[in-house]
Structures are given as C-alpha cells and as structure tokens.
Nanobody, 125 residues
Framework: VQLVESGGGLVQAGGSLRLSCVFS????????ISWFRQAPGKEREGVAC????????YYGHSAKGRFTISSDNAKTVVYLQMDVLKPEDTALYHC???????????????????WGQGTQVTVSS
C-alpha cells in the first residue's frame, strides 16, 4: 500500500489549492480515504474523508464549507480542494486509510494504518 500526496505550496489568505492523493496497492472501492493535517505543535487533525462505497463525504469542523474531497472519474486519485484558505490552515497535509470502507464519525489518527509522506500547505496573511 502506498499513498503519495502532492499539490501543496505557499498561497495568500483567501486563495485556493488542490491537493492530490495518488494511491496504489488497493482500489478506491476497497477503503475510505481520509485527509489529515498537522500544524507545528498541534495534534494531527482529521480534515475530510470519502467513503469507498457511495462516495459519501465527511468533513472536520475546520473544513466544512471551504474544503471539498472528491475522486477522479477513474477512481485513482483523491483530491482535496481547499478554498478561502486562512493562515490557520497552514500544516502538513496527509492522506491515510484505516482499512474500513466507510468513514469514521470521528477520525482518530492512531487507528489509521497507512499514511502518505505529506504535502506542506502554507497560507500567508
């Protein structure tokens, strides 16, 4: 299993970024895929999740209304579209799976088995 994130960068507040998570070793229909983020000195935080079945989506409090998780038509990439970015969105963003097909109601990082290396997002004020 491998997950590789990309798309991070430096953006001004109010701007947008789209992160990508390319995965291998499993198919989209096998497992739900989640995005987490971790800012310096803070705990890892669940940002968004997409079910493997039915493509239902779930968002953390900080992401609701601004971020959108989706997959491409071929179901080989999961995206995190981030709009109206704020300086507090600055963090290292990871995609991860926990072996379940449906998203957890509460994303607990310790319960996730496979992680990508992360992509850095920096939002300037």
């Amino acid at each position: 299993v491998q997950l590789v994130e990309s798309g991070g960068g430096l953006v001004q507040a109010g701007g947008s970024l789209r992160l990508s998570c390319v995965f291998s070793g499993f198919t989209f229909d096998d497992y739900a895929i989640s995005w987490f983020r971790q800012a310096p000195g803070k705990e890892r935080e669940g940002v968004a999740c997409i079910n493997s079945v039915g493509a239902g989506t779930y968002y953390g409090h900080s992401a609701k209304g601004r971020f959108t998780i989706s997959s491409d038509n071929a179901k080989t990439v999961v995206y995190l579209q981030m709009d109206v970015l704020k300086p507090e969105d600055t963090a290292l963003y990871h995609c991860a799976i926990d072996g379940l097909r449906y998203c957890r109601t509460v994303a607990v990082p310790d319960e996730y088995d496979y992680w990508g290396q992360g992509t850095q997002v920096t939002v300037s004020s």
